[in-house]
């Protein structure tokens, strides 16, 4: 009797416990089925971690609300990364396809989202995701234009797949309506550019030569070197020599850091404008002492710097540098983490976790987040442009005496631009 007597005391302790530890009791949604989102994700490359980072502040923020209204029942979501090694030199695609396949099947994920960010990969990966029926939200990276061209094509079979992150196209039309800008208020018409050898790199520059030469812009050079170049004296060179007036970059690799450095010690009297990877992040200015001063960059996503496009683009800043003790980078961050509230508003819609059900809910998304308010196009590419109110927002940037400044688009820019004094001279 003793001994049952004792058993039963040491019970409502525990039970005590409990409760004190979880005042409010069990959490319902703890304790239901997860949603199981696979994500694959290149860790090693900057873009993957933005990424990620931006994927697992909204899970925490969802899961932390309650989760996710399946028909009345509150679920949480579970993330299942793995390491997709896309933009590591020298993986293969197939390889990338191999590590996507094992998450689908390991996990048996509802849902993938995230990358490759690759765009050969990210192509490649729509026939697996047919294959298996799975639903798919690309949220990183990825921008080719042949992304929502093969969904054309093959609008059924295709039907699986949705890009939230941006577009190749959208980005040089940003770009083309800047140099417009600068055409008009400072008389500019001369134009070098450098790109990244990839697939991405090359259509840009494709339709940027097409488009600048159509509005009157003289192309005075034209470098296209290999992604991990260290060395950029031979075409910074070119580019002061040929009287260029604005140096359009399009270069995601690492390296770019060492074209900067080296356009600021040259001197080139020509204003860097595009989508330079290395100048992106929060901590540039201090690891090029300065150098990238006056450099305009592509950071994508509105957002991303400080700014009110809407009242949720502050709040994502102020939150992700609470959570990861740096400002959010550029590619990825946002629309990384927008992904999962686009994800999460298409099922609690559809009511269920069925893809049909969740694919037409997705076709009908309308939902103001950060970036502006998310649509998608009958091509299951996210709608970008210049108003918040109908689509989601860019983000151009100078770096000015230390901070990345918006300087464009218009809803979301911050500051004005400013030259380099070696080109006011």
């Given at each position: 009797?003793?001994?049952?007597?004792?058993?039963?005391?040491?019970?409502?302790?525990?039970?005590?416990?409990?409760?004190?530890?979880?005042?409010?009791?069990?959490?319902?949604?703890?304790?239901?089925?997860?949603?199981?989102?696979?994500?694959?994700?290149?860790?090693?490359?900057?873009?993957?971690?933005?990424?990620?980072?931006?994927?697992?502040?909204?899970?925490?923020?969802?899961n932390a609300a309650g989760g996710v209204n399946v028909g009345g029942e509150k679920r949480p979501i579970k993330l299942e990364i793995i390491d997709s090694r896309d933009e590591e030199p020298g993986v293969?695609?197939?390889?990338?396809?191999?590590?996507?396949?094992?998450?689908?099947?390991?996990?048996?994920?509802?849902?993938?989202?995230?990358?490759?960010?690759?765009?050969?990969?990210s192509i490649a990966a729509m026939d697996l995701y047919s294959r298996y029926g799975i639903v798919d939200i690309v949220g990183i990276g990825s921008?080719?234009?042949?992304w929502d061209q093969k969904v054309a094509e093959n609008r059924?079979?295709?039907?699986?797949?949705?890009?939230?992150?941006?577009?190749?196209?959208?980005?040089?039309?940003?770009?083309?309506?800047?140099?417009?800008?600068?055409?008009?208020?400072?008389?500019?018409?001369?134009?070098?550019?450098?790109?990244?050898?990839?697939?991405?790199?090359?259509?840009?520059?494709?339709?940027?030569?097409?488009?600048?030469?159509?509005?009157?812009?003289?192309?005075?050079?034209?470098?296209?070197?290999?992604i991990g170049t260290t060395d950029y004296t031979v075409p910074m060179t070119e580019?002061?020599?040929?009287?260029?007036?604005?140096?359009?970059?399009?270069?995601?690799?690492?390296?770019?850091?060492?074209?900067?450095?080296?356009?600021a010690d040259l001197e080139v009297p020509a204003l860097p404008l595009g989508f330079i990877g290395a100048a992106e992040d929060p901590g540039f200015w201090e690891a090029t002492g300065g150098k990238t001063a006056y450099v305009v960059v592509n950071l994508s996503e509105a957002g991303a710097t400080p700014s009110d496009v809407t009242p949720k683009s502050r709040a994502y800043y102020e939150a992700y540098k609470k959570r990861w003790d740096v400002p959010p980078r550029s590619t990825g961050s946002v629309s990384g983490y927008e992904?999962?509230?686009?994800?999460?508003?298409?099922?609690?819609?559809?009511?269920?976790?069925?893809?049909?059900?969740?694919?037409?809910?997705?076709?009908?998304?309308?939902?103001q987040l950060v970036r502006g308010t998310v649509r998608f196009d009958e091509n299951h590419q996210i709608v970008y442009g210049y108003d918040p109110q109908t689509s989601v927002l860019g983000n151009w940037i100078q770096w000015q005496d230390g901070q990345r400044v918006t300087i464009f688009p218009e809803a979301a820019a911050t500051g004005e631009l400013k030259l380099p004094p070696w080109m006011k001279k």
């Open positions: 009797m003793k001994v049952a007597s004792c058993l039963g005391k040491v019970f409502l302790l525990l039970v005590w416990a409990a409760l004190w530890s979880n005042p409010a009791g069990p959490d319902p949604a703890a304790a239901a089925d997860p949603i199981i989102v696979g994500a694959p994700i290149p860790r090693a490359s900057g873009y993957g971690q933005n990424g990620e980072r931006g994927m697992v502040l909204a899970t925490e923020e969802i293969p695609a197939r390889d990338v396809l191999l590590a996507i396949e094992k998450l689908i099947l390991d996990t048996k994920a509802h849902f993938i989202a995230g990358g490759p960010c690759m765009s050969e990969c921008y080719t234009p042949t059924e079979k295709y039907k699986h797949s949705f890009r939230a992150s941006g577009s190749v196209k959208w980005y040089v039309k940003e770009a083309l309506d800047l140099l417009t800008s600068l055409k008009e208020n400072h008389g500019f018409n001369k134009l070098f550019i450098s790109i990244d050898d990839s697939l991405m790199c090359r259509k840009a520059a494709q339709i940027v030569e097409e488009k600048t030469k159509a509005m009157g812009w003289e192309i005075t050079g034209f470098d296209k070197h290999p580019c002061k020599k040929s009287g260029a007036q604005v140096l359009f970059v399009w270069a995601y690799a690492p390296e770019t850091s060492i074209m900067i450095r080296q356009w992904t999962m509230y686009i994800l999460a508003d298409a099922i609690e819609r559809a009511g269920t976790l069925d893809k049909e059900a969740v694919i037409a809910a997705l076709q009908k998304t309308n939902l």
